[in-house]
């Protein structure tokens, strides 16, 4: 097996990581190099994003990106790959949301066409995405899904989330990167087990 060397970021010593893009590789990356990047991508996303309502959804999105990415080869340099990860992402955020001319919008009036309400199949794929969140959360345990909702679905921060739990930050901190171990799992397709942290 072909490993790749980093940087531990805590000892600064040389640390490997799997190159075979095994579910336990790739989970092992996104926790040791990906996740403390988040306040790194969010001041990017903030900067460069105006609705700043779209941010946590623009976070996860780029997280999926860069975990299937990694299904194929784990990046070197993790941060650069990250931020570009993020910049392609908002380019095609941007051009989704072009704005459609007056007479395309009066013509698709004509046709009696619903703009604002998904396709059955945008539908489908909602609902068995939300699906299977709710399946990855009811495995976490109680207090650490309390604070991941709190953390990633309500958008507090970590101090808020500590004050309204009565816990410390660092225990803030250690349960929404369990909550995220478990969600990179399902993306990855294995059965987690949140309450057996490896």
């Known amino acids: 097996m072909t ?3 980093d940087t531990n970021r805590d000892s600064g ?5 799997p190159t075979d893009m095994s579910v336990a590789g790739i ?10 990047l988040e306040p790194i991508l969010m001041q990017y996303l903030h900067h460069n994003w105006r609705n700043r309502s779209d941010l946590a959804d623009l976070r996860q999105e780029i997280y999926v990106r860069a975990c299937e990415a990694a ?3 784990i990046p070197g340099n993790t941060k650069a790959f990250l931020l570009a990860t993020a910049r392609n992402y908002l380019i095609d955020r941007m051009r989704q949301q072009r704005v459609v001319s007056i007479e395309t919008a009066a013509d698709m009036d004509d046709l009696g066409i619903a703009l604002d309400e998904p396709g059955a199949d945008r539908v489908l794929i909602a609902r068995e995405e939300l699906r299977r969140l709710q399946i990855a959360l009811d495995q976490l345990a109680p207090r650490c899904r309390e604070a991941f909702v709190l953390g990633r679905i309500e958008g507090l921060s970590r101090r808020e989330i500590a004050a309204r739990m009565g816990i410390s930050e660092s225990t803030v901190r ?6 995220m171990r478990v969600l990179a799992d ?11 942290p490896a």
């Open 174 to 179: 250690q349960h929404l990167m369990q909550g």
């Open 27 to 36: 989970r092992e990356w996104f926790v040791c190099e990906v996740l403390p």
């Open 3 to 5: 490993e790749l060397t």
């Open 13 to 17: 010593e040389p640390r490997s990581f």
């Open 71 to 73: 299904q194929k080869e």
């Open 186 to 196: 399902l993306l990855n397709g294995s059965s987690p087990d949140p309450r057996n």
